[in-house]
């Protein structure tokens, strides 16, 4: 199957700083890619939606100002959560679409852990 | 909006036997797939089956089968011969297929934990 890679697997970081997480499609090309947020013994929850070349779209409750998502190629997509604070530490998927547009493929995830 | 409802929280089945893990769903589509992904341990999502809703025919990979009534949005999961290694939360999950090739994203049910015990 599709591989999706993420990374970091694993951040730890003072509060009020910022965090880049990559998602990249390894061996395909994905037009869209989606941010997930999974708390402990939860499901997971869509945050928002990265189309390449254009602005994401992001669910609602959710900040854009402080989850910035870029999807600047057809392989890459960054969530950068700013000025992270402990409420954000959470734990964090991203998936991208297969060419045919019927499976989602997930990264390995990103836990987040602010001081 | 469509809802995706998991009502077992936990279950669990003896090595070798098999377990039927529930999944129904509320939608106004006529056209869309239906998902069951594991997360073990790791909580790396692994697809573990997919449906689409115009076929008919049920699903099956390998030890991994489902039975879709459509009619009564109903979209259970069977484990047969179960093993260790499928200890895992169970997610189901539901696609709206959009027209033009655009991707629908996943709406998750709340999960099931699904311990196999030896």
């Known amino acids: 199957g599709a591989v999706v890679s993420q990374h970091p697997s694993r951040v730890i970081c003072k509060s009020g700083t910022s965090v880049k997480i990559e998602c990249r499609s390894l061996d395909f090309q994905a037009t869209t890619m989606f941010w997930y947020r999974q708390f402990p013994k939860k499901s997971l929850m869509l945050m928002a939606t990265s189309n390449e070349g254009s602005k994401a779209t992001y669910e609602q409750g959710v900040e854009k100002d402080k989850f910035l998502i870029n999807h600047a190629s057809l392989t890459l997509s960054t969530l950068t959560v700013t000025s992270a604070h402990p409420e954000d530490s959470s734990f964090y998927i991203c998936s991208a679409s297969s060419p045919n547009n019927e499976k989602l493929f997930f990264g390995s995830g990103t836990q987040l852990s602010v001081l | ?118």
């Open chain 2, 1 to 118: 909006a469509q809802t995706v409802t998991q009502s077992q929280p936990e279950m669990s089945v003896q090595e070798a036997e098999t377990v039927t893990l529930s999944c129904t769903y509320d939608t106004s589509e006529s056209n869309y797939y239906l998902f069951w992904y594991k997360q073990p341990p790791s909580r790396q999502m692994i697809l573990v089956i997919r449906q689409e809703a115009y076929k008919q025919q049920n699903a099956t990979e390998n030890r991994f089968s489902v039975n879709f009534q459509k009619a009564a949005k109903s979209f259970s999961l069977k484990i047969s011969d179960s093993q260790l290694g499928d200890t895992a939360m169970y997610f189901c999950a539901f696609m709206k297929h959009l027209n033009g090739g655009s991707q629908g994203n996943l709406i998750f049910g709340k999960g099931t934990k699904l311990s196999v015990k030896p």
